[in-house]
């Protein structure tokens, strides 16, 4: 984006980016026209009630309870939504599909607003550092404060930098994790028998998500579900 571009987008009132309609980045006619993401279980990917993993497919080494998923990544539309909120540090935009996402979950649990608390996929320090701008936390204050729901980001943390989870093998993936997070216990009691509800952008592989879904369920969590904007 030109300079002078970002400039005139930042006086220029909001559009929606598929119809330029004024009001919202997306308006909610446009959401409902695009294509939705169909309830499946993130295990086998078959059809399954509100995301949740079927209970055939939670075997021992599966400790998270859903995976609810917004839209398609494969949408341009979405794709462009979230490229520009994370390589323009458009908090804005991410702030408008906070309330999509808060729609998204309630239609998809059964659990009461005081009964959640969210969390962010936690990052080795010099990378948030290095970053300033952390998506998943953006989307989490938003939530927070328009929604009223509690949020703690010093539950869990990095202790070791990783490499990419993309680009390695299923066991090499779980190596890449060991002994990666640890957790705050006197943080982790405040919450004892909630769901606890990760809150990002877009889904990577669920191995991250996993072990840190097997540490809090070692501590008295509940439920631990993913709430994401968009998957492939
Ligand atoms: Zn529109
Ligand atoms: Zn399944």
Excluded: G
């Excluded at 998500?209 to 369920?217: D, F, P, Q």
Aim: charged share 30%; with cysteine.
């Amino acid at each position: 984006m030109r300079i002078v571009d970002f400039f005139k987008d930042l006086i220029a009132p909001k559009k929606c980016y598929s119809c330029h309609k004024e009001w919202l980045f997306l308006c909610k006619e446009c959401l409902e026209e695009i294509w939705y993401f169909e309830s499946i279980c993130p295990v086998c990917k078959q059809s399954s009630r509100n995301f949740e993993v079927h209970f055939y497919c939670k075997n021992d080494f599966v400790y998270f309870d859903k995976v609810i998923i917004l839209n398609h990544y494969k949408n341009k539309i979405i794709k462009k939504l979230i490229k520009d909120a994370k390589f323009y540090h458009r908090k804005d935009i991410l702030q408008d599909l906070s309330i999509y996402l808060w729609n998204k979950l309630l239609s998809s649990i059964d659990e009461k607003n005081d009964e959640i608390v969210l969390i962010s996929i936690p990052m080795f320090f010099w990378k948030k550092m290095l970053r300033w701008y952390n998506q998943s936390e953006v989307l989490i204050k938003s939530l927070a404060d328009k929604f009223n729901i509690k949020y703690n980001f010093k539950i869990i943390k990095k202790i070791k930098s990783t490499k990419p989870q993309s680009h390695l093998s299923k066991i090499e993936r779980l190596e890449n994790l060991q002994n990666v997070f640890i957790f705050n216990k006197k943080e982790l009691q405040k919450y004892k028998h909630k769901t606890f509800i990760i809150v990002d952008d877009v889904v990577s592989t669920w191995t991250t998500l996993n072990e840190i879904a097997k540490l809090l369920k070692q501590n008295w969590v509940k439920k631990i579900y993913w709430l994401c904007l968009a998957s492939d």
